[in-house]
């Protein structure tokens, strides 16, 4: 009896396993092509100032506009593209278009600095300082426009190889920014070691503000410590006004979040931004 329900199980397992291996395997041989098809595109999210919303910069994320299957986001097909050995051409997609629209906006006269996300495979890869100064000469953008997020984790791995390709990429101008502070191992005295200039604290820290008593701690002790260490903060995934609020009065820099706007085409954000600008500030 325990084999027929063993044996049903496994009858069960094999035909999930197989549409998820086939689903895989369209996504797979779609993505070889995406780059090519232009189905990649990149959306901006705006950064501003916690005092006064002053817009401070964008994040661009990615998106896979697939044929059939409509807008993929980014954690779909990131790690598959890393699985595959694709990420290296996806990041220098991203890179450069993100160069080449941060010269464009630089050039009309309105700059703004783009954070691009960096695989944790392109920072250990050992290309990374070549790919990004490719994309700084090709665009013609100003270094400084161009801020360039990695996670603890990326570190971790290799953290002496790591310390010495991000202080080479920072010597061409760019800043460099922890995506999802607090959420891995953090050390101080990597971070010390590190050429960072923001930290950017990870969503989960900042659902529970104001009020959870955890929350309020973490946010606090990171904040605190990055003044200590000359760090400037942004608060990631911030959607209410009280949040907001919160982080304002504990001397947080900036935010960003669905309360200030989500992550848009680069022609939505233009007049996102215009009408932004328009609005009297608190
Ligand atoms: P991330 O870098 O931490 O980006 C922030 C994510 O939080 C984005 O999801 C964004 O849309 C979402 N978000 C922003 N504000 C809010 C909010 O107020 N509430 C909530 N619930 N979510 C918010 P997205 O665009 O789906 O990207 C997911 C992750 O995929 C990113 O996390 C990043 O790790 C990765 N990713 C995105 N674009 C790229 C890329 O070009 N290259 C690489 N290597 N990774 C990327
Ligand atoms: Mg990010
Ligand atoms: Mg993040
Ligand atoms: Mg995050």
């Not at 084999?3 to 291996?21: H, V």
């Not at 980014?74 to 010269?103: K, S, Y």
């Not at 695989?119 to 953008?141: D, H, I």
Request: hydrophobic share 40%; glycine share 8%; proline share 4%.
């Amino acid at each position: 009896e325990a084999k027929e329900a063993g044996r049903s199980t496994y009858r069960f397992y094999t035909a999930e396993q197989t549409r998820i291996s086939r689903e895989r395997f369209e996504l797979e041989s779609g993505l070889r092509r995406a780059i090519e098809r232009k189905e990649l595109q990149l959306y901006y999210q705006p950064q501003a100032n916690c005092r006064g919303s002053n817009l401070t910069g964008v994040e661009a994320l990615v998106r896979w506009l697939h044929p059939e299957r409509g807008l993929i986001p980014p954690d779909r097909f990131i790690p598959l593209a890393e699985d595959i050995g694709l990420i290296g051409a996806l990041g220098d997609w991203v890179l450069n278009e993100a160069c080449r629209q941060a010269r464009e906006w630089e050039l009309a006269g309105a700059p703004l600095r783009v954070a691009v996300n960096l695989s944790a495979q392109q920072v250990s890869q050992g290309q990374l300082f070549e790919t990004v100064s490719t994309a700084l000469t090709r665009s013609g953008v100003s270094p400084g426009l161009l801020e360039l997020e990695i996670t603890e984790g990326h570190v971790l791995k290799r953290v002496e190889q790591c310390i010495e390709v991000l202080h080479r990429v920072k010597s061409l101008g760019v800043t460099l920014a922890i995506d999802d502070f607090g959420i891995g191992y953090s050390s101080l005295s990597y971070l010390k070691r590190l050429p960072v200039d923001r930290l950017k604290i990870d969503r989960s820290f900042v659902e529970g503000l104001p009020g959870d008593a955890d929350d309020d701690a973490i946010v606090a002790t990171i904040l605190a410590m990055a003044q200590n260490l000359g760090l400037e903060v942004i608060a990631e995934g911030v959607e209410t006004a009280e949040q907001l609020a919160h982080l304002a009065a504990t001397h947080c820099q900036e935010y960003q979040g669905y309360l200030l706007g989500r992550p848009m085409p680069a022609n939505e954000l233009e007049r996102w931004r215009d009408a932004h600008s328009a609005r009297p500030t608190a």
